[in-house]
């Protein structure tokens, strides 16, 4: 064999190996480009919502397992401004709209035992909808 | 003559004593009654003192509880009250009985309750025995909220997660309520199965009786939050 071919032959051996190297480094980032990503890395956090404080849900009246002798009770409290409540028990479904922090619905209730669930969908869709679950006894002072 | 003016003069005199004798006893008549009427009332205001003291206690440590009969001897029974036992007494004179259905009660008798009847008893709790004032014999509703996880369309069931990672099977019936929010106005409007999606939040109502396996309920009421709401 002559010595220009040995040469050749080396070159392109040498040449093809540092392809090879490249081509597996690029295929790597590639392969994690396309991976999906699970969590927003911090700083992909929307900047909107860095330093804002959900107000959270408080029910200040009825207290739970509370008797009273009405058939309806209201509901007074504070909940995150412009969010949706929606109320339900097993005789009546209330959605509205909270334009202002504070609340106070009149909710009707059945006789006996009323099972009441209040939820909060802040505007802000990214945070966690806000629960809140109350008994609330409608005893008829006639009996 | 004489004796004629002096019969008139002597009644005149008579007539005037016994009008003096009224007028001056008049106000101590009065004055006789006014001490009369003024205990009277302060009795009355005491009275009315005491009674509305007595209903503010017995207002204020009346107490409701709720759960399924374990067992009732007709003096006493004992209610499972979310896994806590609790021992509620009769008294003869004083507990009522009632079964509600609907909007309607019934009043029904101690030995009318149970094993596994859902029993609400308000009363005096002490020591967690409670002196029943009332006990009414209803129905067990639960009311939760979660996200549709599976719908089988075949056998019109599906699966919801909620926030406490319960994991619910809910099977639509041909009188389950069902509403969806409508994400424009928020009204409540009527919707059927084939509208209920993956994804979608959903607060529901199933009746308890107890005897459940796998959280398994027919729905009672569905109300659907579309994930449309959540992404406009």
Known sequence: ?143 | MKKTILFVYLVICLFGYLTLNVVAQTPSTSASSSPTVTINKDIQQLKDKIANKVSEIRKKNNKAISGFVLSNDGNKMKINNNGEENQVKFDDTLTKYFKITGAQKKEIKANDIAKNDYAIVSGIVADNIITANVVLIDENFLVDSGKITEINKDNYNIKVLTSDKNTYSLDFETNTKQFMVNIKTLDLERVGFSKVKEGDTVHFVVKKTGEEKNNSYSAIKILIIPQEYFIK
């Open chain 1, 1 to 143: 064999m002559k010595k220009e071919t040995m040469v050749a032959i080396f070159l392109g051996l040498l040449f093809g190996g540092v392809v090879a190297v490249f081509i597996s480094f690029k295929s790597k980032d590639i392969e994690l480009a396309k991976n999906k990503v699970i969590a927003p890395p911090p700083d992909k956090v929307s900047p909107d919502l860095i330093g804002i404080k959900l107000r959270p849900l408080e029910l200040t009246e009825p207290a739970d397992r509370a008797i009273v002798e009405n058939n309806t009770v209201r509901l007074k409290g504070t909940a995150a401004k412009d969010s949706l409540i929606v109320v339900q028990s097993p005789i009546k479904d209330l959605t509205i709209s909270n334009r202002q922090e504070k609340f106070d619905l009149e909710f009707p209730l059945a006789l006996g035992e009323n099972s009441i669930k209040i939820v909060v969908y802040p505007k802000e869709k990214q945070f966690r909808p806000q629960e809140k679950f109350i008994k609330v006894y409608f005893i008829d002072s006639e009996l």
